[in-house]
């Protein structure tokens, strides 16, 4: 990768040679690897030992996720919170592997509307609860760096999964306790894929 980096700061009109540069695609390479190590990442030696078995059915929240992911479409980052809910069956997942869950799935080239599925549809499978509901709010420097279409670079997702699809009154209770700092146009309808991010 330390070659490739190389050549695209000469292709930029740098010399890659000079002393400011000279340690850059040791760098690069370093952060590239912690930033996609979400794909070596196996879930569920991350969920190992956390799942627990629980006569509970309350909603399970936890707001306010930090995430840091980059878009596929031009490797720069996105960035937000992430708010997760769930309604337990029978099963629970540790509270501090959700945010674990999060990091996995952002260490990845992304799209926020898959990113957003990726999460809920894993707790879906991993612990089958009554419901699942994730938001993602998210600033997209792709779109507010280069100056396209400023008002849609913070863009807002769902995935609202059992009885956050089908109670409004659970998907309101929810939407309630998060309070979004956003208009929340992604959370009304599921928005179409694509639109958090410009593929130009
Ligand atoms: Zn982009």
New binding site residues.
């Given amino acids: 990768m330390q070659e490739l980096i190389r050549k695209l700061l000469a292709e930029m009109g740098e010399d890659p040679a000079r002393e400011g540069l000279r340690e850059t695609p040791k760098r690069v390479e370093k952060a590239y690897k912690f930033l996609t190590s979400g794909y070596d990442a196996d879930i569920d030696q991350v969920l190992n030992n956390a799942l627990f078995t629980v006569d509970y059915s309350e909603m399970v929240i936890v707001k306010d996720i930090d995430f840091y992911s980059l878009?596929?479409?031009?490797?720069?980052p996105?960035f937000g919170k992430c708010h997760v809910a769930y309604i337990p069956s029978n099963r629970v997942i540790g509270l501090s592997k959700i945010p674990r869950l999060v990091d996995v799935f952002s260490r990845r080239l992304q799209?926020q509307e898959r990113l957003t599925n990726q999460i809920a549809d894993t707790i879906r499978e991993k612990i089958l609860p009554l419901g699942v509901a994730v938001v993602m709010e998210a600033t997209?420097?792709?779109?507010s760096m280069r100056g396209v279409e400023k008002q849609n670079s913070f863009a807002v997702t769902s995935a609202m999964i059992g009885a956050f699809r089908n109670s409004a009154r659970t998907r309101m209770e929810f939407l309630e306790l998060i309070k979004l700092r956003s208009a929340v146009p992604g959370v009304r309808e599921s928005i179409p894929a694509g639109l958090?991010?410009?593929?130009d």
């Fill in positions: 878009c596929e479409h031009h490797l720069l996105f799209v997209h420097l792709c779109m958090a991010c410009i593929e």
